[in-house]
Each structure stands twice: as C-alpha cells, then as structure tokens.
C-alpha cells in the first residue's frame, strides 16, 4: 500500500466521520470496512475517533462511540487494544454531558462489552472496563436518590398519603380567579413586567396541569402557594379600594379583616385553614419555602417525586431494589424519558424571582424598624436564630428591592425616587464601562486607557471630603480630575498629564537590535515590550525628538523647567529642547 | 430534602447548588485564580449580593459565598480546590440582628453607634465588619466609616497601616484589600477614599507607644470627619481590631485607648465562650453601653503566619498593579541617594537596659543605602523632607513606594510609585514589609 494510498484512506475515514451527526448506519459500516481495510492506519484511525469524542457536540457523541463499537467488534485488535487506553476516561466525560435517555443507551453498549468474546476474553482491557463499571454503579447511586420505577409512581398517584381532596379542577380554578385579578391589574398598569411574567406564569402552570398527571403532594403545594398568592393580591386589592372609597363615601362600612378568610375559602374548597397570613406582623410563615418550585427546577425535575418516595420508603411500602448494579441501572433511568418529552416549566430561577418578590413585599409591609423596640443591641436578642422580627426585616436587605443590578448585585426599590436612582445608577455603569473599554484618541496614537493609584489625602483633605464626590452618579466616572493631589506637588504632577504622557509610545524601529533606547535625560534605558492590540513591539512612555528616544516623562519635565527658566538640572542643559514637541506632549 | 448536589459538567467548570442558609467556603491559594459565576438565586459574599450571571475572579484569598435563598454557582480554578459546604444559618441570623439593632440605632439618633469589634484570630471580626458595613448601605444610603485598626492587614492600603474609610458604596469582593481607593480612570465599582496612618512594624508589640500613637492620630481625624459629615457620622463607625494575642490584655490598655479615642459605644464580642465579654463589661462597664458576643461562625478558615504573608503579598501587588478587573499601571522612578529623606520607626527589642528611657514614638533617620532600602515598602507622608522631623507623629500617609533597585555604587535607587510622578519632595518612613517582584 502506498503512502498515497493510506492518506487517502485517512482523509476519506476522516470526512467520513464528520458526517456522522446523526445516527447512521450506513456511515457506520463505511467506517468500519475502512478501518477492516486499512490495519495499519489503526493508530490514526483511534485518534480521529478519540478526537471527534472530544470534540464533537453531546448529541453526536453516542453515535461516534457507536463507530467505536462496531470497529472493534469487528475489526478487533489493534483497535481494542488503543481504544482500552483512554477508553474510561472518554466513557465517563461523555457520559457527564449526556441527557438520560443517551446515558441508557450508553450503558447498554457498555453491557455488550461485559459479556465474553467467543475466545473467552473481554474485548477491552479489564482494568478499563471494571473503572468504567465502578464509575456507573456511582452514578446510578445519584440516580437512586431521586428516580422510582414507573410502577411505584402510578401506584401513589392513586393513594397519595396527602390523601386531600385537591385535584387539579379546583387547582385550576385557583389558577384562573388569580389570573384574572392579575389581568386586571395589568389593566392599569400596563408596563408591569412583573405582572405580565406572572401572567405568562399562571399560563404555563395551567398547561402544566393539564397536561401531567401530578403527585397529590405536589398539587398540595401547588395549591399552598396559590393561597398565599391569592391572599396577598386580595389583601391589596382590598386596600386599594379601600384607599378609593374613602373619599367618596364616609360611611360605608369596610369588611371586616376576618372576612378575608371567606375568600380563602371560596378558592380553595374547605381543606385549608381559613387563616390567611396577611393579619399579624409576626403571624403565619415568614420565610417563603420553596418546596413548590424545586419541584419545578428542570434539572431536577425528578425532585418531585424524591420526597414522595422518601415517605414510602419510611412507611416499607417501596421495593428497595438490590445492590446497585449495571443491570438494573438502565431501568431505573427509563422512567425519566416520559417527563424529558413534556413541555419545559419556566425557569427554576425566575419564579423563585417572582414568588421570592411578591412574598418580601408581603413580608416587609407596615413594617417599622424604629416603633420595633424589640430591635436592642443586647445579647438576649441578638443571640437568637430566628427572632421573627429579623425573618421579616431581612427581606429590606434583598427582595424588598426586587430590581436588581445585573452587572454589580445593587438593588433598587419601586418608589419611584428608587426608580430614578436606577436608572441613574445604570447609566453610571454605562459610561464607566465605555471608559473603561473605550479607545482614548489623541493626536498621535490611540490606545487603551490606563490608570493608576492616585495619592491619598492626608487628615485635612479627608476630613472636609464629601463621598459625594465619588458616588454622585451625574460625575463623569469617579474623581479623576478633581481628585485634589497633594498640595506642593499638585502644580507639575497633575495626574492626568502624566498619564497622558506615559501612554505615549514609540513602535520599536527595525535598527534598534537591542530593543531598547536610552533617554538622555535620565539615562535610563528602556525595553521595547510587546503591546497585544497593536501587535508591535513598542517602547512605552516615549518620545521621538529628530532621532534622540526620550521619556516623554522626562522630556516634559525637562522641557518644563526649560520653559520657566527656573534652575534646569546640569543634565538638562546641552539638549535641544523642542518646545513645539512639548505642546504636543500635553495634547 | 435538602442535599448537596456536586456534579461534574467538565474538567474544570464545576457546579455546586446550594441550599438556602449554606455558605460555600474555599481558600484560594496564592498564584491561582477562581471564578465563579452564580447561575441563579441570591448569594452574597460577606453581605455584598452578587450579581447573578456575571463571573467573579479571586486570586490568593479566602472566599465564603452564602446562600440567601436556594442558589446553584458554577465555578472552576485550575488547581484542584477543596470547597467546605456547612450549613451556617444561626450565624447569619445573628449578624442580621445586630445588623437591626445597629439599624435602628441609627435611625433613633443622629450620632450613630460606635462599634468596636474585639476577639482572637479566626473569630470572624473582619467578616463581621464587612458584613456589618454592607448591610448598612443596603435599607437607606448610610455611609458607615469602617476602621481597621490591625496593622497585619491592608484595608484599601497595604499591610503596616491602619485606616479609616467611609463606606459609601458596595465593597468590591473580589479585591483583596476591600476595595480601590481613588485612581485616575473609570473602574468598575465605585472608588473609596480612605485616611491612612502608617504604623509600619509587623507587630505591635515591638512598639506599643507607637501603635497607640498612630491610633490617636486616626482618630483624630476620624472625629474631625464626623463633624463636618452628618451622614458619616449618622452611619456611624465599625473598628476592626487586631486579634487579642497582639493587645495587652491585662491592663486592656490598646482597647481602653481605642475606646477613648473614637468614643465607643458598644462592643461587640467574637468569642465562643462568655468569658471574654464578661471580662470586658467588668473593666469598661463605666463607658460602654452595650456588650455582645457573637460565636464565630462554623465556616472559618483559619489564617496562619505562611497564609497571612501570602495575603499580604497579594495586597502589596493589588495595591501597585490593580486586579484583573481594575489594572493599574505603577510608575518606577530613578533617583539619586540624596533625593531621600527616610525615617525608621523603633523597635523595643533593639533597646536593652535603657528601654525605659527611650521615647518609642521618634523616628530615627535611616542612611539611604542597599542594606536598609533594598526591596522595602516606604511609607510616603505628607511633610516635607525640609520640615522638622517631629511633625512625622502626625503624617499622613498620601501613599506607598516600593524599592524595586538599588545601587549603592552609582548611589541611584528605583522607587515603584502607585502615581505617575517623580519622587515626591516628602519624609518617608520605612516599614517592615519587603516585597520582591
Ligand atoms: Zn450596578
Ligand atoms: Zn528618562
């Protein structure tokens, strides 16, 4: 076979790989004949392989362990032998990236690789094989903890230990009162970007409803939040048309606050406590728990199922299956290809942001900080992990400003004074970003902006310095220019200028071999340093005068004290200073 | 049911989910670099939240990422880190009442309290400091002066100085030094402006005198500050301490000092045990209204000599080069030998017999030479070199230079500046931190 030949051979194997994004067979056997026909590419042939297991996006990366499979099975040796060296470490990063329903798939190959070759061996290394196998008795281990047969499942679906009378019609009757309310209010405030999610939200939970057939503990839950959703919005509702009845009819007798619970009621059919947490400061539950929505999340949407098994297992109503094995593995992943086809619940993130928001409002209102005079620095009440005044107020610190900075974590509030410090502050980092980004042009270069540590104030300075001046959001981006230096020093250091001056540089000329320059002035020498934008190699702080290199530091001090004739250092004064490169040193 | 989840998406991007009231722990040692993004939920590094979505990078410092609500981050770092997830609610739940009982202090007075923070290392102090002040800035625009009085550290400055700065905005968390002070551009959070006072020797024993000089001097500018500043003072003042085995604990004379000299009103106590905090309200029961003990939290990683040099050596380099975020360029300055005027602080062990005789707080003058300058952090003052050196005791410090070279034969030295300048025409005192680059 000629060298031309075999790099035919390579190229074609090659392309022919590339091909394989989706799971062909005949692609498969055209790559397995070459690899039959070319033995001695066997080498080349793993690497392309190996390499496109790496490379090659998760989903395509079943199908080139498929090629894999098939080459070995058939053509044998020396391919197994190559392939058994990284074998493991390819299986399981594989394996990491892959949905489920891949990963079943993944462990049924490796299930054909355990049973024995008619000469009585294993087709890959032992040592391989068995890490690979201990790498998914671990994993299945993970799985366990969240994945029940399918049989169990249906099985509690019947006789749900909740054992409650909610069902997913009253659920969606909750659902649809709530969205109209919600609807309503988005009528008067069209712009509410949280209202419209809540709106799309309700949406999509009722879908959701209708479509799976859910555990009664999570309808339970489901329904819980709905009620304190409903209480909320009631409760404002209420006062709102409380704020606008006022006015108009004196006397009108309000509802009384217990009549809240007849609400309650209505919506949610006699099996929950009439005592909707909207009353007392320090009534009803503080901190918004969010079993509901971990059962929501998307990565782990098998979570829901997990404390529901967890109850079974105490009660030894679940089949505890045998030591983990390889075997049965693949079973217990099945029932987790039904739930990957249903429709995706919005983001576990964002209605954590939603509910979280809704409920620190709840939480925080009316709530007075100075009128608590619980609030003592004594160790009686700091000493106390869940003093119910703290779990109330804690919400200031975070989802009582529900909008939050996406580029530093600052939070803003509603009011609209908050509104306007917002925006102010967004625009703050607008502008500081551009400045930091941005490309500072001057009349001979243009290059990025660099900045140093300015000095210190000493005591006087600081003590009559207003934070004003750093954190005013109309001030161009921080103190740079009013930034005070200190005092003596202040006329010939101005900071600005001499940032100027060092960002002056000169593109290193092809003669000078050394790449460096020596500056007359303060005969230092000075190497060139690669500058990555510009991708020259540049001495920095430099200036060209005829065919003398200055520091451009020193060739405007030099030429500064020059120009006001004071006493010029010894140094300074057998050069010809150019006054006019010194202008342009300061624009 | 809540459980740690730890899975592996690749080699180095790792995922860690963590449960509401969890703090996610990590030294990261110096050299290597972790990042860090929260994918979602709210976490908060020592009381300053997180932005959601956008990459945090630490460089040779420890990290305590807390988990506010259920929150998943994403992270990796080349070196292999051992992360500690512990369950830490209690501890957040008594720095948040505090946190409302300092709040309400400042609401119910227009002198704000006056918290001094005491305990031994790895209690938590700087922690608790840190938190206390950003939780501060978070309910309404309160600028609380945060003080550090343990020379061991760098607060917006370097180690061998103590500092006060009012905190007018989010700390910066992935600085080692809380923070940039003021620079000449933009930078990605907003500047602090701090007061520095140089105390410059590593311990403080070596020169008690001086230390409790120095504290005086901070202070009295602290005072003149919350005079001329109503929201400053309003805020009011958190101190952080060095650890007790630094102070003299018998007289309490260091912490009486502090208490004198910055008019404390309460303190707060990190300590397992109530033995200390009894002790304390038994000797300043007279000036101090309110005692508190905090236990230290269960998450500490505990500093030892290798890693607080290591830290300090990360501040030195923050404070001349900046972060990855915020670069700064330093400016090295050649000079002649008699363009310096340095001073030395004193140092009791240098002093036999006589020690009693000798005022600990003059400065010596020091001769400008390779064997006392070479590879040294020089604090610069504000007086002039001209000026008559007693004036040294009140100096401040308008910043540091480090002696990158010097040669003795040539009498010519390089000094690195933090500021494009030539060498400024002022007293310089050398500290007892070396840096080689
Ligand atoms: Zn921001
Ligand atoms: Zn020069």
Known sequence: ?587 | MEFVEFSEVSETTKTSSLPQGHEWTVQVPAGSKLTVIVKYGIAEILGTELANDVPYTFQGVIVNIYAIERSMIEWKCLEELEPKVSENKSYHAYIYNLNFALERLRLSSFNGPRVLIVGNASTGKSSLAQMLCSYALKIRHYQPLLVNLNPQDGVFSLPGSITATPISELLDVESSIWGQSITTGATKLHNKQPLVKNYGLENIRDNRPLYLSTITQLASGVQQRLKNDPIVRRSGVIIDTPKLSHLDTEDWSEVGHMIEQFDINAIVVCAESDDLAIELSEVFRTKIGSIVRIPPPGSIIAIDDIMRRALQRVQIREYFYGTTETVLSPYTMGAGFEELTVFRPRNISEYGEDKKDVDLTVFDKIEVNSSNLQHAIIAITNISRKESQDKLNTASIIGYGLITEVNDSKKKLRVLLPVPSRIPDRAMILTEYRYLE
Request: overall charge negative; proline content about 4%.
């Open chain 1, 1 to 587: 076979m000629s060298s031309e030949d075999g790099s035919n051979a390579l190229e074609e194997f090659k392309t022919t790989l590339d091909g394989l994004t989706f799971n062909s067979r005949p692609i498969i056997t055209t790559l397995t004949q070459l690899a039959e026909e070319h033995m001695s590419l066997a080498q080349e042939f793993v690497g392309l392989i190996e390499n496109r297991l790496e490379k090659c996006v998760p989903s395509q990366k079943l199908f080139t362990f498929y090629v894999m499979d098939s080459i070995c099975k058939n053509a044998g040796s020396p391919y197994t032998i190559y392939f058994s060296k990284n074998l493991h470490k390819l299986f399981r990063k594989t394996y990491l990236l892959v949905d489920n329903q891949t990963r079943t798939k993944m462990i049924s190959m490796f299930k054909t690789w355990m049973v024995p070759l008619p000469a009585g061996d294993l087709m890959f290394d032992h040592s391989s094989l068995n890490s690979i196998e201990n790498f998914l008795i671990k994993a299945s281990a993970l799985h366990q903890k969240s994945a029940t047969p399918p049989a169990i499942q249906q099985h509690t679906a019947h006789n749900g230990p909740a054992g409650s009378n909610i069902t997913v019609k009253s659920l969606l009757s909750d659902i649809d009162k709530l969205a109209l309310i919600t609807q309503s209010k988005l009528v008067s405030t069209p712009d509410d970007a949280k209202l419209q999610a809540k709106v799309a939200i309700l949406k999509q939970l009722r879908q959701e409803l209708q479509k799976e057939r859910l555990a009664p503990e999570f309808l339970s839950q489901v329904h819980q939040q709905l009620k304190q959703i409903f209480a909320q919005e009631h409760q404002q509702q209420q006062q709102q048309q409380q704020q606008q009845q006022l006015p108009l009819q004196n006397n009108s007798q309000f509802l009384p606050p217990s009549s809240q619970g007849s609400v309650n009621n209505d919506m949610s059919r006699g099996s929950l406590q009439a005592n909707g947490n909207n009353g007392s400061m320090f009534g009803g539950s503080l901190q918004f728990n969010a079993p509901f929505l971990n059962q929501l999340t998307n990565s782990n949407r098998l979570n829901k199922l997990s404390s529901l098994v967890n109850m079974l297992r105490e009660k030894e109503l679940l089949h505890e299956p045998g030591e983990a094995s390889i075997t049965t593995l693949a079973a217990k992943l099945e029932p987790e290809f039904d739930s990957s086809k249903t429709v995706q619940l919005p983001s576990y993130s964002l209605l954590q942001d939603i509910l979280g928001d809704l409920e620190a409002q709840r939480q925080t209102q009316n709530l007075d900080i100075l009128n608590a005079s619980v609030l003592q620095l004594s160790q009686q009440f700091v000493l106390n992990d869940n003093h119910p005044i703290t779990e109330k107020l804690v919400h200031f610190l975070y989802r009582a400003k529900p909008n939050k900075c996406s580029i530093c974590g600052k939070r803003f509030g509603n009011t609209l004074e908050e509104k306007e410090l917002e925006i102010q502050h967004l625009d703050w980092h607008f502008r500081v970003n551009k400045k930091i980004k941005g490309i500072q042009s001057n009349t001979t270069t243009s290059t990025k902006v660099i900045q140093s540590r300015n000095w210190y104030l000493d005591e006087n300075q600081w003590a009559d310095f207003k934070e004003e001046d750093i954190i005013a959001t109309d001030i161009d981006t921080g103190a740079a220019e009013q930034q005070p230096t200190f005092a003596n020093n202040r006329e010939d250091s101005t900071d600005a200028i001499y940032t100027k001056l060092r960002n002056k540089y000169i593109v290193v000329p092809d003669y000078a071999t050394d790449m460096k320059f020596q500056c007359p002035i303060c005969t230092e020498s000075t190497y060139g340093k690669y500058d990555e934008d510009l991708g020259e190699w540049i001495w920095s702080n430099c200036v060209q005068v005829g065919d003398k290199f200055f520091h451009a530091t020193c060739y405007y001090e030099a030429a500064k004290s020059q120009q006001s004739n004071t006493s010029s250092s010894p140094s300074f004064q057998n050069l010809q200073l150019d006054l006019g490169i010194f202008n342009e040193l300061l624009q």
